[in-house]
């Protein structure tokens, strides 16, 4: 049983995550009422249907950008992708209300906090977060449910969504920071867990995460062009 990190509604031991919270939201929030109302309650109700619904959906996503790939080359493959950001995008907006945001909260703060929204409540994931210093933030994910499905080139899709998040907040949460996010190791690969880092970005730096998202791109074209001259 994991009983290190944290779950949907749990706390963070910073004493600024009680400041943060009036600013972050929850995604898909009328959704989530008629669920719990409507749902929840159900003697009936069995939550691993949840997760088994997640998988069908996400089985689905991974095998229209294969297919796209496969069928379509470059061009369906940018249709994918732009349709993963824009919706990545759309939820960043329903994350947080940058009207509310306490100003005496460090962007790195508040990086590391809109990372927990998104572990725990997007991906429904174990988290163990930290704020290493004020320039850098990082967690492990220590379960993801999506562990045993996809493999480790799969998780590429949720690099979109995570692209279309990170599009957001740089519009319009951010306005004088810039993170570079990369991960340094990853369950689906044999790791204990999923490690990331955030840190702030210097001036004139590529970006880790864009830069990594196109190499992985590339190698996927590559290997569906293999496979047809097979």
């Given amino acids: 049983m994991i009983k290190k990190g ?6 963070r031991k910073e004493t600024s995550w009680e400041r943060a919270k009036v600013a972050l939201k929850e995604p898909f929030e009328e959704a989530l009422d008629t669920f719990r109302k409507e749902v929840l309650s159900r003697e009936d109700f069995d939550p691993t ?3 088994q619904f997640g998988f ?8 229209i950008l294969k297919e796209a790939e496969s069928e379509l080359g470059k061009k369906g493959q940018e249709v994918i992708i732009n349709a993963l950001i824009n919706t990545g ?4 907006r329903q994350m947080i209300d940058p009207e509310k945001i306490p100003k005496n909260i460090s962007d790195i703060e508040l990086m590391s906090y809109l990372a927990t929204i998104i572990n725990t409540q997007a991906w429904t994931s174990i988290e163990d977060p930290r704020i290493d210093n004020e320039d850098k933030c990082s967690f492990d994910i220590l379960w993801c449910p999506l562990q045993d499905v996809y493999s480790a080139f799969d998780c590429r899709v949720q690099r979109y969504l995570v692209q279309g998040i990170v599009n957001y907040f740089r519009e319009s949460v951010f306005d004088k920071s810039d993170f570079q996010i990369y991960f340094k190791s990853t369950i ?3 790791a204990e867990c999923c490690e990331f880092v955030i840190e702030r970005k210097k001036p004139g730096e590529p970006d880790k995460w ?3 998202s196109k190499q992985l791109e590339e190698k996927a074209l590559k290997s569906k062009k293999s496979k047809k001259d097979m």
């Fill in 89 to 92: 995008y759309d939820v960043g």
């Fill in 56 to 63: 069908f959906m996400s089985m689905a996503v991974i095998n």
């Fill in 210 to 212: 864009e830069t990594y």
């Fill in 49 to 51: 249907a949840l997760l």
């Fill in 6 to 11: 944290i779950l949907k509604g749990a706390n």
């Fill in 188 to 190: 689906p690969t044999g």
